[in-house]
């Protein structure tokens, strides 16, 4: 009875954020298998001359329009996932001052660790020759010998999209062959699925046998760091909305959001991404702060390297688009960012327009027409910084107190020409690269822990 009345009253909740005094939208959830689907939104206002725009922080749902003009309706697609755990995502509806929001899940593909795996009955009345199959990340064709009597119907299932199986209902002796899909280029973690057999008429567990299939992922491209741990970077600049208390990163590696940072309230429906020291949130220290006192933000005058005031330490299962929620983000101290900055290939350019700073990973060999210490000189594409796993920091700005600078370009950048700056988790210490000078180092902060400046987090990979 508790848990009914729970989840009434969640639902309860999650409906109610769907309306406004301008303009509703219906469904307020919507819930997805691992193969993902379509649905439809249906939006209404209160009057026919209302303008309303729709938006999501997720690269996996697809809306076939972005605005309208009083009622309308929008299509939704939802890719399928190819990740192990459930994703959330929330498309945004704005109405003049009004914000509502449809809430996305989609299932994941199976356990990414053996936590829970079902345990093997050796009685079972079906018997296979393999009940544990390791593949690559390239994937591969398995053939399991099946034992069973003769007369006995029974079925096979997997509870992962990317282990398949060429038979359906069968009796007696047979040969399952199973494809294990390649993993996706971008899917670096080992991931992990069950295959179940079991008598067709019956619902008992006793009955089932499992085959445990682990799938590798792809090698990582890994930047190294202090006491040489590997890391890689997540996929965009850490975004906040206050109003959600919703925090996201941003779709791709080039996005900024720029003056808009400087609506930073505690009521702002649209995202910041630019934030004072130690602002996770925890302890009350959040985005949005912008008082002068030092000692409101983290940890005044120590790091807060490994504490809940590191952005990524306190929100890791909070971020909506995570690539996977089991992710443990963290941010760079100055002396992990100057041990990457003394190995690795770094050079200024433009990515889809936006000037920033590459790093190359570990190992990326040097082609000649890199290295350059202007952003106007080198040019990348989105796919080949994808591919080879180049992060990208884009000039992002920064905001004093409440206000922006009034140097900043349509890029970002302020004060000198081209320089940027973004948080380390080491007390007044910050990453800065600029055209002015062509160097990339670590330098202190003198301004205050007040000024906003971007965040890149990123989380330990086993190598």
């Given at each position: 009875?508790k ?5 009434s ?5 999650m409906t109610?954020?769907?309306?406004s005094s ?7 959830t ?6 993902g689907?379509e649905?439809?939104?249906t ?15 997720s690269?996996w749902i697809?809306?076939?329009k ?6 309308d309706?929008?299509?939704?697609t939802?890719d399928a996932?190819p990740y192990a ?13 009004n914000?509502?929001?449809v809430?996305v899940l989609r299932?994941g593909?199976?356990s ?6 079902p345990?093997q ?7 296979v020759d393999?009940?544990?199959?390791e593949?690559p990340?390239?994937?591969g064709?398995?053939d399991?010998?099946v034992t069973?009597?003769?007369d006995?119907?029974w079925m096979v299932?997997s509870n992962?999209?990317w282990?398949s199986y060429?038979i359906g209902?069968?009796k ?5 062959k199973?494809?294990?899909?390649p ?6 973690d ?20 499992y ?5 590798k992922?792809?090698?990582a491209?890994v ?8 890391v890689?970077f997540?996929?965009?600049n ?8 919703e925090?996201?990163f941003?779709q791709?590696q080039y996005?900024?959001i720029?003056?808009?940072n400087k ?10 991404d630019?934030?004072?020291w ?6 009350d ?6 008082e002068?006192d ?6 005044a005058?120590v790091?807060?390297e490994?504490t809940e005031?590191d ?20 941010t760079?101290?100055s ?17 889809n327009?936006?000037e ?8 990326m060999?040097?082609?000649g ?6 952003y106007?000189?080198y ?17 992002a700005?920064f ?6 600078c ?7 950048r302020?004060g000198?020409?081209?320089?940027s ?17 062509g160097?990339v180092?670590t ?7 007040c000024v ?10 086993e190598?």
């Open positions: 009875m848990k009914t009345f729970f989840f009253l969640l639902v309860l909740l109610a954020c769907n309306f301008t303009i509703t939208v219906l469904p307020g919507k819930e997805f298998p691992k193969e689907g649905f439809t939104i939006v209404t206002t209160d009057n026919d001359q209302r303008e309303w725009i729709a938006e999501c922080d690269a697809h809306l076939d972005t605005a309208g003009i009083g009622g309706k929008v299509e939704v939802v996932n755990t459930t994703q959330s995502a929330t498309i945004h509806f704005r109405c003049e001052s914000s509502v929001h809430i299932a593909t199976g990414s660790s053996s936590e829970g795996k345990s009955n050796p009685n079972a009345p079906i018997q393999v009940t544990e199959i593949a990340a390239e994937g064709e398995y399991v010998q069973a009597a003769s006995l119907k299932s992962a999209s282990v060429n209902v069968e007696g002796n047979k040969t399952i199973l494809t294990i899909a993993a996706a280029k971008d899917v670096y080992k991931m992990e699925a069950v295959v179940t057999l079991k008598p067709q008429a019956s619902t008992s567990d006793d009955d089932k046998t085959i445990y299939v682990t799938r992922g792809n090698p491209p930047f190294t760091i202090f006491n040489n741990k590997k890689m997540a996929p965009g850490l975004q906040y909305s206050a109003a959600w208390k925090w996201r941003a791709h996005t900024v720029g003056a808009d609506y930073i309230s505690a009521t702002n429906y649209d995202y910041i630019l934030f004072g130690g602002t996770s949130g925890y302890n220290c959040y985005p949005y702060l912008s002068e030092d000692s409101k933000y983290g940890l005058n790091d807060i490994g005031y952005w990524g330490i306190f929100n890791s299962a909070n971020i909506t688009n995570s690539p996977n929620k089991e992710y443990k983000w963290f760079l101290s002396v992990d960012w100057n041990t990457i900055l003394e190995k690795n290939v770094t050079t200024l350019g433009k990515l327009g936006v920033g700073l590459f790093v190359y990973p570990d190992g060999a040097v082609t027409k890199e290295t350059f210490d202007d106007t000189t040019t990348a594409e989105e796919s080949w910084v994808t591919e080879n796993g180049v992060l990208f920091l884009p000039s700005g905001r004093v107190g409440t206000t922006y009034p140097e900043m370009t349509l890029m970002g302020v000198e020409v081209g320089l700056d973004y948080w380390t988790s080491t007390v007044d210490g910050v990453l800065e690269f600029s055209s002015k000078e160097e180092t330098v202190g902060y003198p301004s205050g822990k906003g400046l971007p965040v890149r987090l990123a989380r330990e990979v190598q």
